[in-house]
């Protein structure tokens, strides 16, 4: 069974910084793509940032420049660090993992994470 569990996330200062992770476990072969979206409280969710398996990345207009999205394959493990955090980046984090295969012949995947709460607030 796949689980994402998601760290990293608090209660920052205007122009402080985050770093969220993100663990894939249980039994993986492959992951094509990971990212992290967000969901503000009244709105829809949107993507912030990401990475594919071999390196390329993708961050939303919003977020450029002051977020980094970066990927250990080894660990399953996706990263986002966010420097110069806005109250606008406030909201709830999740980390998704598409096109997961749990065997080399399986069809794959999307998976989903909890959630991490991200408040920009002084």
């Known amino acids: 069974q796949v689980q994402l569990v998601e760290s990293g996330g608090g209660l920052v200062q205007p122009g402080g910084s985050l770093r969220l992770s993100c663990a894939a476990s249980?039994?993986?072969?492959?992951?094509?793509?990971m990212g992290w979206y967000r969901q503000a409280p009244g709105k829809q969710r949107e993507l912030v940032a990401t990475?594919?398996?071999?390196?390329?990345?993708n961050h939303a207009d919003s977020v450029k420049g002051r977020f980094t999205i970066s990927r250990d394959n080894a660990k399953n493990t996706v990263y986002l660090q966010m420097n110069s955090l806005k109250p606008e980046d406030t909201a709830v984090y999740y980390c998704n993992a598409d096109g997961l295969r749990v065997c080399i012949i399986c069809t794959p995947h999307n998976y989903w994470g909890q959630g991490t709460q991200v408040t920009v607030s002084s």
């Open positions: 249980g039994t993986i072969f492959s992951i094509y793509g």
């Open positions: 990475i594919t398996s071999g390196g390329t990345t």
